[in-house]
C-alpha cells in the first residue's frame, strides 16, 4: 500500500492557491506520482499542490516537506502551501516560529498578525546553471526567447530567476490580454528550460505594486503562486522597476513581497484560508503502485 490510501487530510488554500497538507510524521514512503495524481482527482482532493509533512531529517526543525504537483511531479517550493501547513503546525504546537526543510533548502516561517503568516523563501538565484537554463546567458534580467513572429513577437525577453523553482516573467501592460492558457505550456516546456519552468505575465503598476498572472509548472493556471510572486518581485527589483518591498496582485488575492538587502533573503507575507478535512479513500490508489 502506498503512503495517500485511508490518509488523513486537510484541504486549504492561500489565495487561491488550492492546496492539499498530508501528516505523514507517523512514518509513511514517498508519494509516487500515480499517487499524487490520484489524489489530485475529482473524486479525491483537486489541488494545485500537496504538501506532505514527513519527521524532521535535521536536528532543530519541525519538519521535513516534499511538494508535489497534481501532475505527480515534485516542486521546489511552494510559498502558498508552507504557509498553509504551517498554520496547521502553529495551531498544533503553539509556537510563533517555526523551520522546516525542503528540496529547496531550509524554510523559515511565523506568524505576522491580522491572520497573515510569513515565509522566508531564502534567497534567489540568477545564473544560467542555477535556473536552470540550456545555455549559457550572463545576463539573466532578459533573455532571448520569444512566442510568435520574430518581427512582431507576442511574448519576448523574459527575465528568468530561480526562488525554488524555475521562473520566466514576460513584462506586459495587461496581464489579462494574453490566452495563458494556451502559451503557458508551450513556454513550460520550452528546450531552453531542461527542468521546465513557471511562466508569470506582470505588469508594473507602480513601484511598490505589482499584478502577475501565472501558469505554473506541473499545475496549469492557479489563481495564485507564492514563488511566482516573489520571483517577479526580485526581477523588477532587479530591472529598477520597482522597490525591494511590493504588494503582488493575483487572480486570487495579494501577497506582500520583500527583497530584504541585509541579507537577500524573500520574504512572503499573505493569509490562509482552511476549506475542510478528509480522509482518501483507498479505492483512489488501487492502479497506483506504490514506490
Given at each position: ?64 516537506i516534499r511538494i508535489y504537483n497534481n501532475d ?220
Amino acid at each position: 500500500m502506498g503512503a495517500l490510501a485511508n490518509q488523513p487530510f486537510v484541504k486549504m488554500n492561500g489565495i487561491g492557491n488550492e492546496i492539499v497538507v498530508v501528516d505523514l510524521r507517523k512514518g509513511a514512503p514517498a508519494i509516487a506520482p500515480e499517487e499524487a495524481r490520484a489524489a489530485a482527482s475529482p473524486q479525491g482532493a483537486p489541488y494545485d499542490q500537496l504538501m506532505a509533512l514527513y519527521p524532521p531529517r535535521i536536528a532543530g526543525t519541525d519538519g521535513f516537506i516534499r511538494i508535489y504537483n497534481n501532475d505527480g511531479s515534485e516542486a521546489g517550493a511552494c510559498g502558498n502551501g508552507m504557509r498553509c501547513l504551517a498554520s496547521l503546525v502553529f495551531n498544533e504546537s503553539g509556537k510563533d516560529a517555526l523551520t522546516f526543510e525542503t528540496k529547496a533548502g531550509i524554510l523559515n516561517c511565523w506568524k505576522a498578525g491580522d491572520g497573515l503568516y510569513t515565509v522566508d523563501m531564502g534567497p534567489p538565484r540568477f545564473k544560467w546553471n542555477e535556473i536552470p537554463l540550456a545555455e549559457e546567458f550572463r545576463d539573466t534580467r532578459a533573455i532571448e526567447l520569444q512566442i510568435g513572429p520574430i518581427d512582431k513577437p507576442v511574448l519576448h525577453s523574459p527575465a528568468v530567476v530561480n526562488m525554488g523553482n524555475p521562473h520566466a516573467i514576460f513584462w506586459v501592460d495587461d496581464v489579462n490580454a494574453y490566452d495563458l492558457a494556451k502559451f503557458g505550456p508551450l513556454l513550460e516546456n520550452h528546450p531552453i528550460f531542461p527542468e521546465r519552468a513557471n511562466i508569470t505575465l506582470a505588469h508594473i503598476v507602480s513601484r511598490e505594486h505589482i499584478v502577475i498572472r501565472t501558469w505554473e509548472r506541473g499545475a496549469g493556471l492557479t489563481k495564485a503562486c507564492g514563488s511566482a510572486a516573489c520571483a517577479t518581485a526580485v526581477a523588477a527589483a532587479r530591472l529598477k522597476r520597482t522597490e525591494r518591498k511590493v504588494r503582488v496582485t493575483l487572480p486570487g488575492g495579494e501577497l506582500t513581497i520583500e527583497w530584504r538587502a541585509d541579507n537577500d533573503h524573500v520574504l512572503m507575507t499573505g493569509p490562509v484560508e482552511f476549506e475542510f478535512a478528509g480522509t482518501f479513500d483507498p479505492q483512489l490508489f488501487d492502479k497506483a503502485p506504490a514506490p
